[in-house]
Each structure stands twice: as C-alpha cells, then as structure tokens.
C-alpha cells in the first residue's frame, strides 16, 4: 500500500502521540514504543516497590545506591539522574534512612555534602526489587544476538541526537567519552582500558567516563552554581 500524506494542522495534531500522525510517521512510532516501554518498567518496578512499603521513587534510589560508583553516590546527582528536584530526593533519601535502609555520611572530599550509601537491610531490599527487570532482560533474551546489538547501537544513536539537539546530558557511555576514538574501520577503542569496544560490550553507565564536552559540562555547572547561590542570597 503506497503511503499518504497525513495532512496536520496545529496543537494536537502535531503531537506525536496522535494515533493519526504516528500511523505514517516512524519518528512518532519510535516516541510512542519508547514511552510505552518506560511505563512498563515503570509498573513492574512500582509493583515490587510496593510489596516493601515504598515508593516508586524511593525504589529508583535504592537501586541507584545499589549499582552506581561511590562519585554518584549523592543527593545532587541522584536528582540529575532521575530528573526530579533535589527537595524531592532529600524527603525520600530521608524516608528511606527512617526505615533503616540508607546511611549518610559526610563526604572527607567535601564536608558541605554528604555520601549515601545503603545498610545491610537496604542492600537485600534493592536486590528484591531489582529483580523486576528479570522477566524483562529474559524476554530480549531471545532476541537474537545481532538484532540485540542494532538495537542496543539505535537506541544509543536516538540518545546521541538527542544531545545533539540539547534535548538530553550526555550518559555515562562509551559514545560520549573522551577515551573512546573510532578507528577507519568504524570500530571504537578505549584508551582508557586499552581494548576495542564491541558492540555487545559497550558501557552504559561507566565509572571511568569523562564526558567530551567537559569545558561545556563545567561552565553549565558553573552557571547553575551561580545561579542557586544568588537565589540562596536572594531569600535570605
């Protein structure tokens, strides 16, 4: 069947969500299939999360603690992370330390911040709650291997392009590190582990990444620092 030519005016016809546009258009197809996996995962995790008595949140910072490197092991990265503000991981962080499941120390690097860092209760707690994404890794497990690469390489791409048009932060993988150089061939090396980088193997969230774009990513920091402390200054 040749394919027609949606004709869209303005407002919610533009929307990618209209059934309309996204029956023609695969930018809209691919927009919608991303949203609906996001509230699959967002249900699955809500409903493992629940059995514990916490929230969907306090879930996603557990095992955030869980998995992340000590560096983004703190309330102001948790935020960035989860794209939430900072009072609303505090309340939660200070939920989850009332139930025994999170500590807090002072950084020595830094004693104006502090360290978060699971107890032994809180450990065994984000391992049950993990395993929601289980079921799910073993359904792309049968997807075979070299569909699972162009998937994993197409989402990476949208990721890219959607830095590219200051839509996202870069993430902590191979694509937007500073180690990572593309050779002729279009394969990718680290230099910082000193290997070549397949597909299969490419790291998403990396506790050796340094982002290319540091000189960007400091002044950014900078202008939001500058930012928090005149409205500090400003209230008080």
């Not at 005016?9 to 996996?37: C, H, M, Q, W």
């Not at 191979?174 to 050779?183: K, L």
């Not at 050796?208 to 500090?232: D, G, W």
Request: net charge positive; with cysteine; hydrophobic share 35%.
């Amino acid at each position: 069947m040749s394919e027609e030519k949606v004709q869209v005016r303005t407002g919610v016809d533009e929307n990618p969500f209209n059934p309309i546009l996204y029956e023609y258009e695969a930018e809209s197809k691919i927009i919608t299939l991303i949203d609906k996996i996001s509230k699959i995962m967002k249900a699955k995790l809500w409903e493992k999360a629940k059995k514990y008595g916490i929230t969907e949140t306090q879930g996603q910072i557990i095992l955030h603690l869980l998995f992340s490197p000590e560096g983004r092991k703190n309330i102001s990265f948790i935020a960035e992370e989860l794209g939430v503000s900072k009072p609303t991981i505090s309340r939660a962080v200070d939920n989850l330390i009332e139930k025994g499941l999170v500590e807090k120390s002072v950084n020595p690097s830094n004693r104006r911040s502090h360290i978060l860092s699971l107890t032994p209760k809180g450990v065994e707690m984000s391992i049950e709650i993990s395993g929601y994404a289980k079921d799910i890794r073993k359904a792309i497990g049968k997807i075979e291997k070299e569909k699972k690469n162009e998937i994993l390489l197409s989402l990476l791409l949208i990721i890219s392009k959607m830095v590219e048009n200051n839509l996202a932060k870069p993430i902590a993988s191979c694509i937007f590190c500073t180690f990572m150089a593309e050779a002729k061939d279009g394969s990718m090396f680290c230099s910082k582990l000193n290997t070549f980088i397949k597909p299969e193997i490419i790291k998403i969230d990396c506790s050796y990444f340094e982002s290319k774009i540091p000189k960007q990513e400091k002044e950014r920091k900078k202008r939001k620092s500058k930012a928090e402390r005149k409205s500090q200054v400003s209230y008080s």
